[in-house]
């Protein structure tokens, strides 16, 4: 870690961060495209979606038209939504976090997500209330690892890279905030484990060690 200004902001990644959801959102994609009859790995969704930032519908192009792949696409979202429906918990020990973070930072959440798998996913887990701000896919032009997500939260915040951080569990991820200007606590888990977070200003195991990777920086 290194000497900064102190901390005025704190921009949360959503998925996989805050909530659990980056493997359910890879199980409804893997199984309407087995019924399409296009089989995808694990390793395959990491590299294309949490690594490189794409779309997997992106390997169709070649077998389907682009009316099937937004029908395929469009099927994969209604699924993914009714797992989310049937609840989602925040991730153990990240409401701790965000309670003595709050009212001593601002705090956005920038998300790759769309606006309607957002809402459902936060109907039940009480952490919308510590947020000044929600930034979803329809807030921005281009999606993560491009860093148009981050510098819109700079801009509605009013604020300058250098007072803020972005806690983030992938590569694409770390490599918006980076591209922003940003620091970036990065904490790894399921899909995201074992990916290259050199640049990250800390990395942790779980939310739990993201208060104390701050804390130097609200000193």
Request: net charge negative.
């Amino acid at each position: 870690m290194r000497g900064a200004a102190r901390l005025e902001a704190v921009f949360w990644d959503n998925d996989g961060i805050l909530v659990d959801t980056e493997e359910l959102f890879y199980h409804a994609t893997r199984m309407v495209l087995a019924e399409a009859g296009f089989a995808i790995s694990a390793e395959t969704f990491t590299e294309l979606a949490l690594r490189q930032g794409r779309s997997v519908f992106d390997l169709l192009r070649e077998s389907f038209d682009a009316d099937a792949i937004e029908r395929l696409r469009a099927e994969r979202n209604a699924r993914y939504a009714a797992r989310l429906a049937a609840g989602v918990p925040a991730l153990d020990g990240v409401e701790a976090v965000l309670a003595a973070l709050h009212g001593r930072v601002a705090m956005g959440v920038v998300t790759s997500s769309n606006p309607e798998h957002f809402e459902i996913i936060h109907r039940g887990t009480g952490l919308a209330r510590y947020f000044d701000f929600v930034l979803t896919n329809v807030d921005y032009e281009r999606t993560k690892p491009d860093p148009a997500p981050y510098l819109a939260a700079l801009r509605r915040s009013d604020l300058s890279a250098a007072q803020c951080i972005a806690i983030e569990d992938s590569e694409r991820g770390l490599a918006a905030a980076r591209a922003a200007g940003l620091r970036c606590v990065v904490a790894p888990r399921g899909l995201t484990r074992g990916g290259d977070f050199g640049g990250a200003w800390a990395i942790v195991d779980n939310p739990r060690g993201i208060a104390p990777a701050l804390a130097p920086l609200l000193a």
